[in-house]
């Protein structure tokens, strides 16, 4: 295979494979937005099992208030009753201090039955509110968990068809190329295969060494940057000429690549140092 087929073949694999990560990654977003909303859900439950503690309370305390209020009307009423029947002044004093005092009671009763008759109206309001909030977030949940349902089977689909794309496109290169390119394409933005004008890689625009462009620009194998690792071929720029082809090698040579690796290595660039690597091997062979 001429190596014009193979650069073409892998332009086509990564426009294929660039299509494929960015489905892959939104199929793995995809629960992320449902997931959202079942915290809200769940943050939603938790406050309304809270408020139900909170109105059993208030409607216990406003049924003893009542039991209370009741007995103290009672107790009011009875002694105003005996009012008629009393026969010395001493007897009237004693039951109409009794009438008083059930009379204040009473009022304080009452008084804090409807302070809590209000707070139970409200922590009701409340409840109602949540019952439809969950109501809602529940069928919104629902919904949606069909749509990603069928939303992921729609894109794992695609992505079976852009593999299978892959595999025609990718045929006839080696695996190991294939294996490195894809992981290139990976980290490095969709990007994994970059001309080189001049003496510049267009990917990490770093300036490549005469003797190594002059190895891109012979285009009889494949050559990785030794900076970033992409896959290069030559592309011929204005005021390019045959003159060009043995730049002059103060320029830059292949001992520079070295020195940078043994930087590299120190710096802790992986990819870097493995698509170097490769160039290395390429050129020295």
């Known amino acids: ?7 073409e073949r892998l332009r086509e694999f990564q426009e294929i494979l660039t299509k494929r990560v960015e489905i892959e990654r939104e199929v793995e977003d995809i629960p992320k937005s449902l997931a959202t909303q ?5 943050r939603i439950k938790k406050t309304y099992v809270e408020r139900n503690v909170e109105f059993e309370a208030a409607e216990a305390k406003v049924k003893e208030l009542r039991g209370q209020l009741a007995e103290t009307e009672a107790a009011r009423e009875a002694a105003e009753k005996q009012m008629d029947l ?3 002044q001493r007897e009237y004093e004693a039951l109409n201090k009794e009438i008083r005092d059930a009379t204040e009671k009473e009022h304080n009763y009452r008084k804090d039955l409807q302070k809590e008759e209000r707070g139970l109206a409200e922590i009701e309001e409340s409840l109602r509110k949540d019952e439809s909030m969950i109501k809602l977030q529940e069928s919104e949940i629902s919904e949606k968990s069909t749509k990603i349902s069928t939303d992921r089977d729609a894109k794992i689909k695609e992505i079976e068809e852009l593999k299978a794309k892959e595999t025609e496109a990718s045929s006839g290169i080696e695996h190991e190329v294939i294996f490195k390119f894809e992981r290139i394409i990976r980290s490095k933005q969709g990007l994994g295969i970059v001309p080189v004008k001049r003496s510049v890689c267009t990917g990490c625009y770093m300036i490549l060494p005469a003797q ?15 900076y970033c690792s992409r896959i290069l071929y030559y592309e011929e720029s204005e005021g390019d000429s045959s ?3 043995f730049i002059d090698i103060e320029s ?3 001992a520079d690549l070295e020195d940078y690796a043994e930087e590299g290595e120190e710096e802790g660039y992986d990819d870097g140092d493995e698509g ?4 290395m091997e390429d050129s020295e062979g």
């Open 212 to 226: 190594f462009v002059n190895e891109v620009r012979s285009g009889n194998k494949i050559i990785f940057c030794p």
């Open 243 to 245: 003159d060009q082809l």
């Open 252 to 254: 830059g040579s292949l």
């Open 38 to 42: 079942e915290e809200v859900l769940s």
């Open 1 to 7: 295979m001429l190596m014009e087929e193979v650069f």
């Open 276 to 279: 170097e690597k490769d160039g």
């Open 86 to 88: 009393i026969s010395t």
